[in-house]
C-alpha cells in the first residue's frame, strides 16, 4: 500500500506509485510506437465546429483531424464536451431535442455528415459505438449480435451463425461463451457485457468505433481485457475513445486530444500530452492537478 | 443488584406517546373498516349469488342460468301445488293439459298464473354480449392508445404542444362515464348511423379507458431503459426498428397491466353502452346473423345493464332478487376470469422479456 501524502490529494484514477513530478510520471507514458508504414489518412475531419444544446453552446470552435486506423483518446473533466464531440460522429446528438451545429462541419472520408442526403441510418451502419454503461438487449447472446444484421434484413442462419464466432472471436469472448450463446446476454459478468457490446458493434464491420468511456463502470481485470481488446482492434478499425482515465488514454491511444471547457486544448501524440505538454492545463490535468 | 439502577429507559407516558399509539389504532381501523366493507360486499354477492348459480344435486351448477336466454317467470297452481316455470315451458306445458283434458273429454284447465319477467331463463346472452363488447374495445383501445403513447414519447419532440395533448389526455380520464356514453350516442349511433350496435359501443368504451392506456403506456414506455434505444440505433436501425424490438417487447408488461385495469372499467360500465349497445333483451344470439357485416351493427345484452333492469326497471319479488344476485355473482366471476387471464399473459411476457 502507498499512503503517500499524494495520494491524499490526487484523483483516484492518478496512479499512485507516481511521484508529483512530471519527469517521474515513467508508469504513465505508453512506449514509443512506430509511425505506421505509408504514414496515415485522416478519416474524421472537424472544422471550426461550433455545438449547441438549445441556446447553451457546449463546443468552442472545434479543428481537429483523426487519423484512420489509429486509437485517439478524447480526455477532460466532466462536462468538457468530449462526450458531445463523440455524438456529433455517429449523429446520436439528433435524438436529443434541440441540438444543433451552428458553425463548422465534420467530415467523414471527405463527406460533411449534415449534409441532407446523409441519413443518419447509413452513417450509424458504418460507425459502431460503445456506451458507457455496457447495454446488451435483455436478449441472447446470439440475438444481441445478430441484432444488427437483423435489422438490415440479413435472414441465413449460415451467415448468423458465422457472424457470431467471428464477432465474438474478435472481441476475445467466445472461449467464454461459446457453450451458452443461447443464454441471456445479461447472464453476462459486466466486463463480459461490456465486451459483448463491443462484438455487437464489430458484427456490422464498422469503419469507426466510439467507445464513450468504455471502462468506467468496470474492475481492473476487465477492463485490462478491454484495453488488450482495443489494442487488436487498432488494426482494423478507427478507434475514438472517451475516458475519465489518464493511465488508460495513455496505455491504449495513439493520439490524444485534451478538451476544457468545450475547447480542444491540445492535440498531440499521446506521449507528447503525457511527457511534454505544450500547454499548461493539460500539464495540470495529466499531472492530477485538478479535474 | 441489577434492579436498584434505575432504567433510564424505560417507557415515558408522554403526550407524543399517546398520540403515537392513537394514530397507529386510527390507521390500523381504517384498514379493517376497509377490509370489513370489501369483505361485506363480495360476502354477500357470493353467498346470495352462488345459491342461483350453483346447485346442492349434481351437476352442482345451475347450468340452464348460464347457458339460456332470459324468460318470463310463470307461477301456477297445479294440483295444489306451486309450480314455477319458464315461458316456454309453461306454453308447452299448457298445450299438453289442454289436450290432455280434450281427450279426456274434460273442459279444458284453467291456469290462474302470475308472470315476473326476465325471472327464469338464464343470461346467456348478457354474458357473450359483454365478452364482446370487452374484447372489441379492448382491442380498439390498445391499438390507438398504444399507437399514440408511442408517438407521444418516442417521436414527438416534447415542447409545449405535446405537454398540451398530454394534459387534455389526462382531462379526458376526469370525465364521467356518462358523458361518453351521450358522447357515442351523439357520434356513433346518431351522426354516424350505426345506431345501437356493438361497434358504437366498442368505440365508446374505447374512447372512455384509453386516458388511462395511453398515459400507462406512456409511462411502461419511460421505463425501458435508454440504452436499448441508443443501443439499437447506434446500430444504424430506424426508430421503428428499434421500437419494435428494443423498446415495445420491454414496455408490454407495463402495458397490460394498465389494460387489466381497464377491462374491469369496460367490463363493469353500465352508462356508456345504455344508448350505444345494450339492448334491454335480444331473442337472438349475437352470431345469429343473415351477413357477416351485420354482426358489428346489433346490439348486444351486457351484464351490467341487465343488473341494472332487473333491480330497477321492473317489479321487484323475490324471484327477481334471485336474477339480480346470480347476475352480479357471474359478472364478477367474468371480469376476475379475464384479469386473471391479462396477469398470466403479463406476468408470461415478464419473464420472458425481463431485464
Request: charged share 20%.
Amino acid at each position: 500500500m502507498v499512503t503517500s501524502a499524494f495520494t491524499t490529494t490526487a484523483p483516484m484514477d492518478t496512479p499512485p506509485a507516481a511521484s508529483s513530478t512530471p519527469t517521474t510520471r515513467a508508469p504513465l507514458v505508453p512506449a514509443a510506437r512506430p509511425p505506421a508504414a505509408g504514414g496515415t489518412r485522416t478519416i474524421i475531419d472537424i472544422e471550426n465546429l461550433d455545438f449547441y444544446y438549445g441556446q447553451k453552446q457546449a463546443l468552442f470552435d472545434i479543428n481537429l483531424k483523426l487519423d484512420d486506423k489509429r486509437v485517439t483518446a478524447f480526455i477532460g473533466p466532466s462536462g468538457c464536451g468530449k462526450s458531445t464531440l463523440l455524438r456529433c460522429f455517429n449523429r446520436m446528438n439528433d435524438l436529443i431535442d434541440d441540438t444543433s451545429i451552428k458553425r463548422g462541419s465534420i467530415k467523414i472520408n471527405g463527406i460533411d455528415i449534415s449534409r441532407h442526403d446523409v441519413d443518419p441510418i447509413e452513417l450509424r451502419k458504418r460507425i459502431g459505438m460503445v456506451f458507457q454503461k455496457s447495454n446488451p438487449f435483455p436478449k441472447s447472446i446470439y440475438e444481441n449480435i445478430t441484432y444488427g444484421l437483423r435489422i438490415q434484413g440479413i435472414k441465413s442462419k449460415a451467415r448468423l451463425d458465422e457472424v457470431v464466432e467471428k464477432s465474438l472471436r474478435g472481441a476475445a469472448l467466445w472461449d467464454e461463451v461459446k457453450d451458452r450463446l443461447y443464454e441471456s446476454g445479461l447472464s453476462l459478468s459486466g466486463g463480459q457485457q461490456q465486451r459483448l457490446c463491443i462484438a455487437r458493434a464489430i458484427a456490422v464491420e464498422p469503419e469507426i468505433i466510439l467507445m464513450d468511456e468504455p471502462c468506467s463502470a468496470l474492475d481492473p481485470i476487465a477492463t485490462a481485457k478491454v484495453e488488450e481488446l482495443i489494442h487488436e482492434l487498432k488494426n482494423r478499425y478507427t478507434i475514438i475513445i472517451v475516458t475519465h482515465s489518464m493511465q488508460q488514454a495513455a496505455r491504449c491511444s495513439d493520439k490524444t486530444a485534451f478538451f476544457y471547457m468545450g475547447k480542444l486544448i491540445e492535440y498531440a501524440d499521446t506521449r507528447t500530452i503525457f511527457m511534454n505538454p505544450a500547454n499548461s492545463q493539460t500539464e495540470a490535468y495529466v499531472s492530477g492537478r485538478f479535474g | 443488584m441489577t434492579s436498584d439502577v434505575k432504567n433510564p429507559y424505560a417507557s415515558k407516558p408522554t403526550a407524543i406517546r399517546q398520540w403515537e399509539n392513537f394514530f397507529f389504532w386510527a390507521f390500523r381501523g381504517a384498514t379493517y373498516f376497509v377490509l370489513l366493507c370489501g369483505v361485506a360486499v363480495f360476502g354477500y354477492i357470493v353467498f346470495k349469488g352462488s345459491q342461483t348459480v350453483f346447485r346442492l344435486t349434481p351437476p352442482f351448477v345451475n347450468v340452464a342460468f348460464l347457458t339460456e336466454s332470459p324468460e318470463t317467470l310463470y307461477v301456477f297452481e297445479h294440483d295444489g301445488k306451486k309450480v314455477e316455470m319458464g315461458d316456454k315451458d309453461y306454453r308447452t306445458f299448457r298445450e299438453s293439459e289442454e289436450a290432455k283434458a280434450k281427450a279426456a273429454g274434460q273442459p279444458a284447465p284453467e291456469f290462474k298464473s302470475e308472470s315476473y319477467a326476465y325471472s327464469a331463463g338464464g343470461i346467456f346472452p348478457c354474458i357473450v354480449g359483454t365478452v364482446l363488447l370487452v374484447v372489441g374495445s379492448m382491442v380498439i383501445a390498445l391499438v390507438l392508445g398504444v399507437a399514440s403513447a408511442i408517438f407521444l414519447t418516442e417521436y414527438a419532440t416534447q415542447g409545449p404542444i405535446v405537454r398540451a395533448i398530454r394534459l387534455a389526455i389526462l382531462n379526458l380520464a376526469g370525465v364521467p362515464s356518462i358523458v361518453f356514453g351521450l358522447f357515442g350516442f351523439g357520434m356513433f349511433v346518431i351522426f354516424f348511423g350505426w345506431n345501437v350496435s356493438l361497434i358504437a359501443g366498442w368505440f365508446t368504451l374505447a374512447f372512455m379507458v384509453m386516458p388511462v392506456i395511453i398515459t400507462a403506456s406512456e409511462e411502461a414506455l419511460k421505463t425501458v431503459p435508454k440504452g436499448f434505444r441508443e443501443g439499437s440505433l447506434a446500430l444504424g436501425a430506424t426508430k421503428w426498428q428499434t421500437i419494435r424490438k428494443a423498446v415495445l417487447p420491454y414496455a408490454l408488461p407495463g402495458i397490460l397491466t394498465s389494460s387489466i385495469l381497464g377491462i374491469a372499467r369496460v367490463a363493469g360500465e353500465t352508462a356508456p353502452i345504455m344508448f350505444t349497445a345494450a339492448y334491454v333483451v335480444r331473442d337472438k344470439l349475437p352470431w345469429q346473423v343473415d351477413k357477416f357485416s351485420d354482426f358489428f351493427f346489433q346490439g348486444v345484452m351486457a351484464l351490467p345493464y341487465h343488473i341494472y333492469v332487473v333491480s330497477s326497471k321492473i317489479p321487484q319479488n323475490e324471484y327477481t332478487e334471485r336474477v339480480q344476485y346470480g347476475t352480479a355473482f357471474v359478472f364478477l366471476a367474468i371480469v376476475a376470469v379475464i384479469a386473471a387471464a391479462s396477469i398470466i399473459l403479463r406476468n408470461k411476457l415478464r419473464s420472458r422479456y425481463k431485464w
